[in-house]
């Protein structure tokens, strides 16, 4: 008999992602990562699947962090970036027949972005972002030996940190490469902004890269363009194309043309545009977006607390040049396309109410691998052929979650679709508890989805999976603002938050009421980051609500605009006005204006280490309710904790965490 799912289960799930196909495509190598109750870490390791005799074997092993293989044109070699040298991060190479891994580079401490083989397997080209010596790990050793201070911090940009990152320091991702022989790197820029999305061309002799060499990037952040930089070193040519965000950019086997991910919306920088694919002609100086008319945005944004957010969608070449394959959000799913590099309409591959991650092919272009999980089935890697068209005899090669699956008990979400009081469709989903009974009355939990600009689907969720099985309705929907239903879908909420959101989700709780089984006295709605600041939005708009948990909210845009992360730049047609001379329209769209109606008793998590929405947002909600004298709570994480605590913090926080919601809502919506 199938047991309920618990906390626990965090430390049996093992998180599969980059499938990446050999070059003559008989093999898969992907990255396996879980969490260590005792080290209280997380490790990742390197796996090889052989598709000919469907054998899956551990690769690398150790208490370390590998991530990112990449196979040698050859096929011979493995390259990975690793932390086996903490706390540097290097490149090492393994020989995929036999042999140790060994150290391709010997960098100084810091942070590797992403690697690439050149095509002729000679280099290894890799981003790379030194750790200033006042900030590296033997520097605050000694310090703490020898009683000194931290040293401060002397800032000059608006943009000097990001959460999950930490401070910049001035110090930013380069472009290095390396010999694959003798591992001898060196930087071939030295930008005051990060460069990223590496690409080489097919005869192994430049590198193009995107970054920002605007005059004054921080206040300008879509003027991204491409750059072209000898592999040997030298002069940057800029590849002409229209301004406006860009990134995952790739080659064409002809080396003519660099397909690219953007849009030409430079004020856009909330996100609502849908990103593109665009292909750049180095013969012409032309550019053109290929899927004019397509209502969708390209890349994973999904969420999940399975992994970090989302994923790329870097374009993949077939190897005659002619089409393109890339993924893009639809309802929920996230979907692997096709599209003639000419342009024209897409053709749908693969993903059909899946969330598909990542995906590679082989030299030749037959075979291909990718990562796919369901809403009840965490992420495996599967493979097939492809051709005419379509892909054929596609499969699951792995199975590392099979075992724990037979012995849990995973409810399947049932779809719906209902109309807000304007005529609006809202598409979301319901879990029903175990052993589910309609003659029965439950209590219902509302999931409010973060970005804004995202979307709940069709991915394995344990934080739901866990609510369901402590007897809980679950209620998660895409309501406007989020990504999947087209721009103008995504676009209606612009400067407007607390509106048509707000519509779409009451309208989507009115709808479940109509079921029958649903207990309204005993309702209860959360949500992170966004989630969280229409979680107050609601609860300072109605008292239909038991009570509320607000996770890393956002409870005052005004002071926002100066404490996120990424600084609120004034102008353009998002919000209006700006925090010091017109904070109407901020403060008017802010929860904290709207404290006094608050009633529900109200959870708030947040963590200090938090940059995204810093932990000030939480101290102004809480100090707002506790002297009205207000049921609230604030848990409080440390610094070691960030925006992505619920995914990707430190494992014994997300233990502590879900227990203060199980507890919460035991003490708030029990029938008792």
């Known amino acids: 008999m199938p047991r309920a799912i618990n906390i626990d289960d965090l430390f049996r799930l093992r998180l599969v992602s980059d499938a990446q196909i050999s070059p003559d495509g008989q093999r898969v190598v992907c990255v396996v990562k879980y969490a260590d109750r005792e080290k209280n870490k997380y490790f990742s390791h390197l796996y090889l699947c052989d598709l000919r005799t469907r054998e899956v074997r551990q690769f690398t092993s150790g208490e370390v962090a590998d991530s990112q293989p990449r196979w040698s044109p050859d096929g011979k070699t493995i390259a990975f970036v690793s932390n086996r040298q903490k706390p540097k991060a290097q490149i090492f190479l393994i020989p995929v027949d036999g042999g140790e891994a060994r150290a391709l580079t010997s960098l100084e401490e810091g942070s590797i972005g992403e690697i690439v083989w050149s095509p002729d397997g000679t280099k290894v080209a890799f981003t790379f972002r030194l750790t200033p010596e006042p900030w590296r790990e033997q520097a605050a050793k000694e310090r703490k030996e020898k009683g000194f201070s931290t040293p401060p911090r002397i800032i000059t940009r608006p943009f000097y940190r990001l959460d999950g990152a930490g401070y910049f ?34 005869d192994s002799s430049k590198i193009a890269f995107v970054c920002n060499r605007s005059e004054d990037p921080d206040l300008n952040p879509n003027l991204v363009d491409i750059w072209l930089v000898p592999a040997e070193g030298g002069d940057l040519q800029r590849v002409d194309t229209p301004k406006g965000p860009k990134g995952d950019i790739a080659f064409s086997p002809d080396g003519t043309r660099i397909a690219y991910v953007g849009h030409t919306k430079v004020d856009d920088i909330w996100g609502v545009t849908n990103d593109h694919l665009w292909v750049a002609d180095l013969i012409s100086g032309t550019a053109r977006d290929i899927m004019e008319g397509f209502d969708r945005s390209l890349g994973n944004l999904t969420l999940s607390d399975m992994r970090d957010v989302g994923g790329g969608s870097r374009p993949v070449w077939t190897p005659d040049g002619k089409q393109l394959l890339f993924l893009a959000s639809d309802r929920g799913s996230t979907v692997l396309y096709s599209i003639s590099a000419e342009g024209g309409e897409p053709v749908f591959l693969r993903g059909e109410r899946a969330d598909i991650t990542g995906f590679s092919l082989s030299a030749d272009g037959r075979r291909i691998a990718w990562c796919e999980g369901t809403a009840t089935q965490p992420h495996e890697v599967f493979a097939g052929t492809l051709g005419d068209g379509a892909i054929q005899n596609a499969e699951a090669i792995t199975r590392f979650n099979a075992d724990w699956l037979a012995e849990v008990q995973i409810q399947t979400p049932e779809e719906f679709a209902c109309l807000s009081p304007d005529g609006n469709e809202v598409h979301g989903w319901i879990l029903h508890p175990l052993d589910f009974d309609p003659a029965q009355k439950y209590p219902l939990i509302l999931e409010i989805h973060g970005g804004p600009h995202a979307q709940y689907g069709w991915v394995f969720f344990h934080e739901f999976q866990l609510l369901a099985a402590q007897g809980y309705v679950v209620l998660y929907t895409n309501p406007r603002g989020s990504k999947g239903y087209g721009e103008a879908h995504t676009a209606a909420i612009k400067g407007a938050w607390g509106g048509p959101d707000y519509t779409d989700l009451m309208a989507a709780v009115d709808a479940q009421l109509t079921r029958g089984y649903i207990d309204e006295t005993r309702m209860g709605v959360m949500g992170g980051s966004y989630g969280g600041y229409m979680t107050n939005w609601v609860v ?21 605009a100066g404490t996120c992360d990424f600084p609120l730049l004034p102008g353009g047609d998002y919000f209006r006005g700006n925090a010091w001379a017109e904070p109407e329209h901020l403060w008017e769209h802010s929860p904290l204006k709207y404290a006094g109606n608050i009633h529900t008793p109200l959870l708030i998590i947040h963590s200090e280490g938090d940059l995204r929405c810093p932990i000030e947002q939480a101290e102004q909600l809480f100090a707002a309710l506790k002297v009205q004298k207000k049921e609230a709570v604030l848990v409080r994480y440390p610094l070691e904790s960030s925006h992505g605590l619920s995914r990707s913090g430190p494992p014994d926080l997300r233990v502590h965490r879900l227990q203060q919601i199980l507890d919460w809502w035991k003490k708030h919506l029990s029938s008792e």
């Open 169 to 202: 320091d001035g110090e930013y991702y380069q472009v290095w490469v390396a010999d694959a022989k003798t591992g001898e790197a060196k930087p071939l820029t030295s930008e005051v902004t990060s460069c990223g999305s590496l690409s080489w061309s097919p």
């Open 540 to 560: 300072s708009h109605t008292d239909r609500f038991r009570a509320a948990i607000t996770d890393r909210s956002v409870v005052n845009l005004h002071s926002m």
